[in-house]
T-cell receptor, first 115, second 114 residues
Framework: DQQVKQNSPSLSVQEGRISILNCDYTNSMFDYFLWYKKYPAEGPTFLIS?????DKNEDGRFTVFLNKSAKHLSLHIVPSQPGDSAVYFCAASARYGGSQGNLIFGKGTKLSVKP | DAMVIQNPRYQVTQFGKPVTLSCSQTLNHNVMYWYQQKSSQAPKLLFH???????NEADTPDNFQSRRPNTSFCFLDIRSPGLGDAAMYLC?????????????FGPGTRLTVL
């Protein structure tokens, strides 16, 4: 049973517009959420994270929103650039729920930003 | 720059021929992880070490073993690779004392089984 779901395998956006990547989770014990970016033939690179005590975290062009009641988080990229084209993974952990800091990953969403 | 290094980047082995993948880190993190990732799938945790304590995921096949001789190095041994073991293998580290669950990944080793 998938605890972290990224229901859109792919997303295509025009350069300069907003990219919104979505992630849903089922485990209410999750209290820490992360987004990773992965280029082909490379390992995932940490992008941004959010603790469950917050509903928004911003870092430059990247903002993550957390809606705990809906068990949903989203990553907004504004403005989108061609270099943002990659696979984006959502991950979650239950820091105080005995997960030992282990991350549960979604299957990823492939973002294509067209010039 | 502090980093996670994996060697080799690409590994080709024959069916049933043992193979060892290596990971080293200069981050001085006490936690290290091995993941298996297949195309269009989420990374799947195989093992992790918290300091010297080894933790094996329940569904990790017996064919997979790991060694961590010191803080900096970790190895993944596949004793008898099958065609289904062809995948990207990712090593990651975490500072278990920092109060964060953020993991830092190496570039991965792409394993091909012929």
């Amino acid at each position: 049973d998938q605890q972290v779901k990224q229901n859109s395998p792919s997303l295509s956006v025009q350069e300069g517009r907003i990219s919104i990547l979505n992630c849903d989770y089922t485990n209410s014990m999750f209290d820490y959420f992360l987004w990773y970016k992965k280029y082909p033939a490379e390992g995932p690179t940490f992008l941004i994270s959010i603790s469950s005590i917050k509903d928004k975290n911003e870092d430059g062009r990247f903002t993550v929103f957390l809606n705990k009641s809906a068990k949903h988080l989203s990553l907004h990229i504004v403005p989108s650039q061609p270099g943002d084209s990659a696979v984006y993974f959502c991950a979650a952990s239950a820091r105080y729920g005995g997960s030992q800091g282990n991350l549960i990953f979604g299957k990823g969403t492939k973002l294509s930003v067209k010039p | 720059d502090a980093m996670v290094i994996q060697n080799p980047r690409y590994q080709v082995t024959q069916f049933g021929k043992p193979v060892t993948l290596s990971c080293s880190q200069t981050l001085n993190h006490n936690v290290m992880y091995w993941y298996q990732q297949k195309s269009s799938q989420a990374p799947k945790l195989l093992f992790h070490y918290y300091d010297k304590d080894f933790n094996n995921e329940a569904d990790t096949p017996d064919n997979f073993q790991s060694r961590r001789p010191n803080t900096s190095f970790c190895f993944l041994d596949i004793r008898s690779p099958g065609l289904g073991d062809a995948a990207m293998y990712l090593c990651a580290t975490r500072d278990g004392y920092a109060g964060t669950d953020t993991q830092y990944f190496g570039p991965g080793t792409r394993l091909t089984v012929l």
